[in-house]
């Protein structure tokens, strides 16, 4: 007789982690045992079987350390293109989990909402290479280590200033502040592709400041403890930004003859009008035109019945999301279909559009420094999309 209370119990404990997982695997698990090794995989693969585990980077002189993201990967799943795709599904599962982590840090008591937020994440069609299995582990674990120094660097500021925080928790502020500083300089070092992103924390942390009042000198004073608590974090940034200039060696060497200051010496008109051109370009495809291909007429295809089956298992993902999240036990001051009720809902929704937004739009950053667009065809562009779910999610 205990058994179904003990099951019900582990369930709603695990609830967020459970329902992120079916998320992952009703989207791409069902062809893992008929997909293999694609594009620059098959580079690595031949690298990891010729040279071993440490030599599968290749590309770019400024990119060695991402060897250490792709190094789980081939412990794990050597030159099996199975056990790959099984790892890629399970890091984009944990990559959501780490994304709800960091909101729930960030707005607590907004389960539903961020719940939805973090499944998104996992399934939003502006990246929609997640069959490159080998390629994207690196990404994918890069974006992991920023999500956790994001939700370190929020963690720490809370211990700090809330007077509720147990004594244990106060402790551990400075072991927090440490560890998100050194996961910050880490994904950084790794790969480029989530520098822009970098640039939300100041709006974070100013998000986490206490309101005192709507007059214009306390948000200013607001505006100042955030930006105090943000010098930590922008010194290692102005330290990657200078190595990475190419100033200390290094530099953007796979990219060099293309970047955007480039552009500007030769032709500073022809740089600003290009840079604001594709730059709205790529705000609108992440935004809105990226969902066209997924209400597309051509879906409605009876020759192709898998299409009937892949509407099938979103209606039915759509139907167990809405029933879970609209249970009493999940979120009881956040029920679907009651936002606005609360007063602070009002403020979470201005705070996550700005956020939001914010992120979108440094997220492109990297990808418009080297002149690269998700708009361009060819060239697999969306990969630039990657660090913009943060924001469009």
Known sequence: MKLFPSIFGFLRRYSIALILLAVA??????????????????????????????????YGGTRQLG??????????????????????LLLRWAVGLLFWWVLEQLWPGQRTAITLMAALFIVHPAFSQQSIAVVYSLQLLDYAIFLLSIGLMVKAERAGSQANIPASERGRRWLWLVLAILAQALHLFIVEYFVGLELIRPLVLYLLQKETTSALPGKLLRLKNALIRWLPYLLVLIVY???RSGVLGGGFDTYEYKTITAFLRTDPRAAILELIEYGLKDILVLLVNTWQGTLAPSIIDLSQPYNFFSLGIAALAAFGLYYILSRPWFDPAFQVGQVGENPRDGQFLRQAAALGFF???????????????????????????????FGAS
């Open 25 to 58: 695997t009703l989207a791409y698990g069902w062809q893992v045992a008929r997909l293999g090794f694609y594009w620059d995989d098959w580079v690595f693969v031949g690298r990891y079987q010729s040279m071993g585990v440490f030599n599968t980077i290749f």
């Open 67 to 88: 060897v250490l993201t792709l190094l789980p990967g081939f412990l794990l799943a050597g030159d099996s293109p199975l056990a790959w795709h099984i790892y890629s």
């Open 241 to 243: 930004a200078v190595w």
């Open 359 to 389: 992120a979108v739009l440094v997220s492109f950053i990297p990808s418009w420094f080297v002149r690269r667009h998700i708009v361009e065809p060819g060239n697999f562009g969306d990969r630039f999309a990657l660090a913009g779910l």
